[in-house]
Each structure stands twice: as structure tokens, then as C-alpha cells.
């Protein structure tokens, strides 16, 4: 009746014979193969032959960015290396949410440098731990930058930016 919050296999990586998308269908059926439905993959990186991938739970169009678990998968074989689910044992739970003011709305505060790509509703968490529903703006900037931009679904106002990171090895942000 418990939840596994974290496993780590240590092992060497010797090789990469699998790709990305390989790693992300290994990921994918170890969480189905466990129960565990609603989530979506946001970002991945690659390192010494391993790739991690971050998924957050997305439920009614809105991803929950505090429940988040990590999956990272040998890239030799394919084996589960490392599983950490605890930002979403700790944080998942059913929440009644609803942004008080329209996306148009929420877009006008984004910086008149950035170009809005995409958009849609996210839960963050805050620096006081606790969390703000938010609207997500995906932009591209300066340079072709990538940039998230999480606009106060009540307010209005501007609660963070994020650089966008994509590289042959991943997407992070930062």
C-alpha cells in the first residue's frame, strides 16, 4: 500500500546504443507498468550515457509542475537506472484551480521582446513553498532564444522567467 520515492542504480553505463526516443518509451511503460497515469513529459538531458526525463502530472489541460518524478534510463539497455517520485508523493494531491483572468489577458504582461509560441495553464511552485496557478508562455526571443514566461492566473502579474536550454544533449532550463 506505500510508494517508492526513490531508486538508484549506480552502474556503469559502457555505451549508448539507444536514443532518445527510445528512453522515453522506456520511461513512459515504466510508469504505466506501475500505475501511474496523467503524466507528461517537460524536459530531458542526456549525460554519460544516461538519460533522465522529468514528467509533471497534467490533468484538465493544466500541468502540476510540484508533482514531478524522474526517470533516468541506461542508454546501453534500456534499464531503469534511477526513479525519484518525490515532488509528486509530497505534492500530489486533487486541487480546485481556475485562473480568474483569460490568457489574453495573462499574454499582455509578457514582454513586448518576446514572441508567444505557446500557451496553457500551469501550477508552479513558489519560493515560500507553496504554489501559484499560472499561465505558461512559451516565446522565442533575442537571438532565437527560448524563453517560459508564468504569468499570475489571478493576478496578472509576472511570477517567473526561464530560459529554455536545447542542446544535442537535452532541454533543461535554467
Given amino acids: 500500500g506505500g510508494f517508492v520515492s526513490s531508486m538508484e542504480n549506480a552502474r556503469d553505463v559502457t555505451a549508448e546504443n539507444l536514443s532518445y526516443e527510445d528512453a522515453s518509451k522506456k520511461a513512459a511503460a515504466f510508469l504505466k507498468g506501475r500505475g501511474i497515469s496523467d503524466m507528461k513529459q517537460t524536459y530531458y538531458v542526456i549525460n554519460d550515457g544516461i538519460c533522465t526525463i522529468n514528467y509533471a502530472y497534467d490533468k484538465d489541460d493544466i500541468i502540476y509542475y510540484p508533482d514531478?518524478?524522474?526517470?533516468?534510463?541506461?542508454?546501453?539497455?534500456?534499464?531503469?537506472?534511477?526513479?525519484?517520485?518525490?515532488?509528486?508523493?509530497?505534492?500530489?494531491?486533487?486541487?480546485?484551480?481556475?485562473?480568474?483572468?483569460?490568457?489574453?489577458?495573462?499574454?499582455?504582461?509578457?514582454?513586448?521582446?518576446?514572441?508567444?509560441?505557446?500557451?496553457?495553464?500551469?501550477?508552479?511552485?513558489?519560493?515560500?513553498?507553496?504554489?501559484?496557478?499560472?499561465?505558461?508562455?512559451?516565446?522565442?526571443?533575442?537571438?532565437?532564444?527560448?524563453?517560459?514566461?508564468?504569468i499570475n492566473a489571478a493576478t496578472g502579474l509576472e511570477e517567473q522567467i526561464l530560459i529554455l536550454q536545447v542542446s544535442d544533449s537535452g532541454i533543461l532550463v535554467k
Avoid: W
Avoid at 546501453?76 to 484551480?97: A, P, Q
Fill in 68 to 150: 514531478l518524478i524522474k526517470i533516468s534510463v541506461a542508454l546501453d539497455d534500456g534499464e531503469i537506472v534511477l526513479f525519484n517520485s518525490t515532488g509528486y508523493i509530497m505534492n500530489h494531491h486533487d486541487r480546485t484551480v481556475a485562473a480568474k483572468i483569460t490568457a489574453d489577458q495573462a499574454q499582455a504582461s509578457v514582454s513586448k521582446k518576446l514572441t508567444v509560441k505557446k500557451r496553457g495553464l500551469a501550477l508552479i511552485p513558489t519560493p515560500g513553498l507553496s504554489e501559484v496557478l499560472t499561465y505558461e508562455f512559451v516565446c522565442s526571443g533575442q537571438n532565437n532564444e527560448q524563453v517560459l514566461v508564468y
